[in-house]
């Protein structure tokens, strides 16, 4: 059975920094396109960032570029998202998700996505 288990979310002043951490089992996602999504209180889920392959090609979201960044630790079949710069808006409950398959057409796309985590909550504070 797969799961994906999110953590490190958390309260944080604006300008503080998380790293949040996905840890997947149940098998390897070393070469599956993996994601953020945030959701906050009646939003609709957003694209934070994405990572493809074995970590070469990473994407973004506009209202993250240049603050947050996306890794992975294929021995641990781990993902991470480091948060930096953190700003009242980003306050979400954070979700990791994985693709099944190594392709993906469009990794903007949460249906693009098979497995999801249970979201881990980020609060950011003014």
């Known amino acids: 059975q797969v799961q994906l288990v999110e953590s490190g979310g958390g309260l944080v002043q604006a300008g503080g920094s998380l790293r949040l951490s996905c840890a997947a089992s149940g098998r390897t996602f070393s070469n599956n396109p993996m994601g953020w999504f945030r959701q906050a209180p009646g939003k609709e889920r957003e694209f934070v960032a994405a990572?493809?392959?074995?970590?070469?090609?990473?994407y973004y979201g506009d209202s993250v570029k240049g603050r947050f960044t996306i890794s992975r630790d294929n021995a641990k079949n781990t993902v991470y998202l480091q948060m930096n710069s953190l700003k009242p808006e980003d306050t979400a409950v954070y979700y990791c998700a994985a693709k099944q398959s190594y392709f993906i057409r469009n990794y903007l796309r949460s249906t693009e996505y098979d497995y999801w985590g249970q979201g881990t909550q980020v609060t950011v504070s003014s």
């Open positions: 990572i493809v392959y074995s970590g070469g090609d990473t």
